[in-house]
């Protein structure tokens, strides 16, 4: 497969999905952008219909499935976007979403109902001018993350021109890239996009979404590597997604895989109350358990940290497990703090 697959004809035609599911697939990609990549096409194993990989990016019947409390806008981008392109829900750090594209449409995405080629939400230069104003009047914003969409998507030419606007603002100290082009188009991740990304005297940190470790192929580590050789502090961002990651075992061997990448696992998002994606959610106790499991086990350079993004526009908070429990005590505080491997201790220890 040479070229990446947009419609449920061809995702049945390649042996992706049944044939005679082809009618309902039509209907999950007349409301969802539908693309694989072939990168991504090739790790699926069409044999397995419990493939991690297909899960995550070939359209399912299972999406036509609308809970009633999923929401089309589950994290609130709305509530907190006053200007085209700008979220702006932390007062030190703003979202710069540049265009509606992205290089794979994830089954899960938060953002279903914005992203795709048909959604009319690109960025014209008056838009990103006008942005790029709201950016400059407000210097309290310390960070500025592109996201999207996936910016990755678009021109060496078109990101050089915005990392040097973001250059030239001064309260502007850091610029932050949301993606998963180098996982899903790594051969788009060339010498001269990476040099694109950097701005003179400001860190470029790249934020990658991966969700198991086959995503990691060695074309992927070479893109990665390409941006972490340039001088980009990397971290990942994964979804906790029932029947790819949701056991000890997968989310170990990705965290490790991504360390090993020289990428910072930083946050493990709950999957949001997206529409028609309760097939791939799991309860917030798979996710606790698993905290732990990783604690018990892994260095703590495989940590991440476990976050829900509070339906409504609130925000993210970390949550759990807690290895604390406060204790009833006489003029002082007392704790019971719990090791790594279950052991529980009294803070202040007693008699010492
Ligand atoms: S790459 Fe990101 S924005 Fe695009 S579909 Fe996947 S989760 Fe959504």
Not at 157 to 184: C, E, G, S, Y
Not at 263 to 274: E, F, G, N, Q, T
Not at 293 to 310: A, K, N
Request: charged share 20%; aromatic share 4%.
């Amino acid at each position: 497969m040479k070229s990446t697959l947009h419609t449920a004809a061809q995702i049945c035609e390649h042996g992706f999905a049944p044939l005679e599911n082809r009618a309902a697939l039509e209907s999950v990609a007349a409301s969802y952008a539908v693309a694989l990549p072939p990168a991504l096409a090739a790790l699926i194993d069409r044999d397995d219909p419990h493939d991690p990989i297909a899960r995550q990016f070939v359209p399912s019947e299972a999406e036509l499935d609308r809970q009633p409390q999923e929401l089309v806008d589950p994290i609130g981008d709305d509530a907190h976007s006053p200007v085209k392109g700008i979220v702006h829900r932390y007062p030190d750090r703003v979202l710069l979403k540049l265009t509606p594209i992205c290089a794979v449409y994830c089954r899960f995405c938060f953002r279903r109902e914005m992203v795709g080629p048909d959604k009319a939400n690109a960025l014209s230069a008056a838009a990103l001018a006008t942005a790029l104003d709201y950016i400059r009047a407000h210097s309290e914003i310390w960070e500025v993350i592109l996201t999207g969409g996936d910016p990755l998507v678009l021109s060496a030419r078109r990101l050089r021109a915005v990392m040097k606007a973001l250059d030239n603002i001064d309260h502007v100290k850091v610029v932050r890239i949301h993606t998963r082009v180098p996982i899903a188009d790594p051969a788009r991740m060339t010498p001269e996009l990476v040099r694109a990304l950097k701005i003179k005297a400001k860190p470029t940190y790249v934020a990658m979404h991966v969700n198991h470790a086959r995503e990691l192929t060695p074309a992927a580590r070479a893109a990665c590597a390409r941006m972490a050789d340039a001088g980009m502090p990397l971290l990942a961002q994964s979804v906790l997604l029932a029947g790819v990651n949701d056991t000890p075992e997968a989310m170990g061997d990705l965290m490790r895989a991504l360390v090993e990448c020289r990428i910072k696992p930083y946050y493990l998002h709950h999957a949001d109350l997206a529409p028609g994606t309760g097939h791939l959610r799991t309860g917030i106790a798979t996710g606790q358990n698993l905290m732990r499991e990783l604690r018990g086990r892994l260095s703590g350079l495989c940590q991440p940290t476990y976050v829900l993004d509070i339906p409504g526009g609130h925000g993210k908070s970390p949550i759990g497990p807690s290895y604390i429990e406060r204790m009833a005590a006489n003029g002082g505080e007392r704790v019971v703090v719990e090791d790594f491997s279950g052991g529980r201790h009294q803070y202040p220890p007693q008699n010492i």
